[in-house]
């Protein structure tokens, strides 16, 4: 199985999901991008700060979103309803597969986030906005772990 993340700078959210992931399910192919990400940037200091703290080794270089990132995924991961509409638009073809994180894995018993399908972006906050979105995007990443097994 082959997950793609994709955010916006392909600094923060997609980057912190991507770890996650890897930790709780290293045996599967877990890529980040991002819509309007610069080419080899690393991850948010405090992105990496927040994946340290919950004992995540990770390294990372921010990509562009690419037709072969689409090709090759099995599942579309986004992290907001935006994300999800530019896809579509670029990717038509593609349009069973990609969903944001939250609706793919919210059922009657999983709530929507406050923001409903959105994580939001902590790009410009300090280290405690960065621990909160980790923290919701933990816990849709457990539902996730839960729904590939």
Excluded: W
């Amino acid at each position: 199985m082959n997950i793609l993340f994709v955010c916006t700078g392909n600094t923060c959210r997609s980057p912190m999901a991507e770890a996650m992931l890897k930790e709780k399910l290293p045996q599967i192919e877990v890529q980040s991008v991002g819509i309007f990400a610069n080419e080899n940037e690393t991850a948010h200091e405090h992105a990496m700060q927040v994946l340290e703290e919950k004992g995540i080794s990770f390294t990372h270089r921010s990509e562009a979103i690419r037709l072969d990132h689409m090709h090759s995924a099995d599942i579309v991961l986004t992290m907001t309803e935006d994300h999800k509409h530019v896809l579509l638009r670029l990717f038509p073809q593609y349009k069973e597969k990609i969903f944001t994180l939250i609706e793919y894995v919210s059922t009657e018993k999983i709530p929507l986030f406050q923001g409903g399908y959105n994580i939001p972006d902590p790009f410009g906050g300090d280290v405690l906005i960065y621990r909160e979105t980790a923290e919701t995007l933990e816990t849709y990443i457990d539902h996730l772990v839960r729904k590939i097994n």
